[in-house]
């Protein structure tokens, strides 16, 4: 597609429900990104793949948290058991190969309740 | 790792009035990226500019430019009068050259430009 296309745009979901949150990069772009953002705060990182290859999960914040690129195209980002705390915008960014400028999709917010 | 501070949390000018954005980098690399972006309230990030860390020249694009000087770690971005448009929160960030391609991310500045 033309840019990063992120879904859902809005979840709510009620404490302890489990969330997908969907990401579809720019075709051609391997290299694909998660990023959180609270409120009023800057993006930090989650997660990166490199096709469907997990290269670096060091953001994740807890084991509730859970990536997949399958396929190197689509990717999932899973919450499981969801806390108040979780509550942000998950943001999502491609690249081409070798490339570190990022190209962002319009995210999707959690709110849990 | 890098660590990127924008102390500026927000600022407000009346439309035309010149405004710099301040970022302030910390890392241990040699060879590093900086980064704008810019995040109107659609919420989308859209970059704006990207700067080598061996390449101080300040850039200028139309009514944006950019003062990068190593000596002091910083990253200036300035709007040159500046329009209603211009209203958004504004981020830095820095990457390192290496395999790790993650971005590290300022807090923003939340400009907002009165008619």
Redesign the interface.
Known sequence: GAGVSQSPRYKVAKRGQDVALRCDPISGHVSLFWYQQALGQGPEFLTYFQNEAQLDKSGLPSDRFFAERPEGSVSTLKIQRTQQEDSAVYLCASSLPGANVLTFGAGSRLTVL | AQK?T?AQTEISVVEKEDVTLDCVYETRDTTY?L?W?KQPP??????LI?RNSFDEQNEISGRYSWNFQKSTSSFNFTITASQVVDSAVY?C?A?SSG??????????TQLTVLP
């Not at chain 2, 395999?99 to 923003?108: C, E, I, V």
């Open positions: 990127v924008q990226y980064f972006y659609s919420g989308e990030l859209v970059f990207r981020f960030a990457g395999s790790a391609r993650q971005l590290t991310f300022g807090s923003g």
